[in-house]
């Protein structure tokens, strides 16, 4: 088993806990996203957006401030909600469509929040760095969004 497979599983512990007995979806988000800020190394950005019609609505998170709104199929994110699939870009600014909110990014990964078969928004980070995220981190990142999904009320 890797080291960054053993974090994940170790994230998704503590998530756990995090989520016990908690059912208010903006809770765990806030939650999660501190978590994660804090644990996984090289972030500008950890957080949520919700999706609300046909675009996305910026929710808890830690990082710098953020754009608010994102239409469904833009950038990393809005395809990731739209796709229904975790967005791993190793280089944004090769990225067509990316939606520049802090000009310091450069990789990102958007898992998406899929409860009852349908999209409830994203799960995103994004890193300083070129190619910071790798498969091992979808599936941690992915992995946590079930995990959040289970565990929160619908909105």
Known sequence: MTAKRELYEELAR?????????????????????????????????????????????????????CVRIALGKGVCGTAAASAKTVLVPDVHRFAGHIACDAASNSELAAPLIADGRALGVLDLDSPLFGRFDAEDGAGIEALARLWARASDRF
């Open 14 to 66: 503590q998530a756990r806990g995090l989520f016990a007995g908690e059912r208010d979806a903006v809770a765990n988000a806030a939650n999660l996203s501190a978590l994660l800020w804090q644990t996984l190394p090289d972030l500008n950005w950890a957080g949520f957006y919700f999706l609300k019609g046909r675009e996305l609505v910026l929710g808890p998170f830690q990082g710098k401030p953020a």
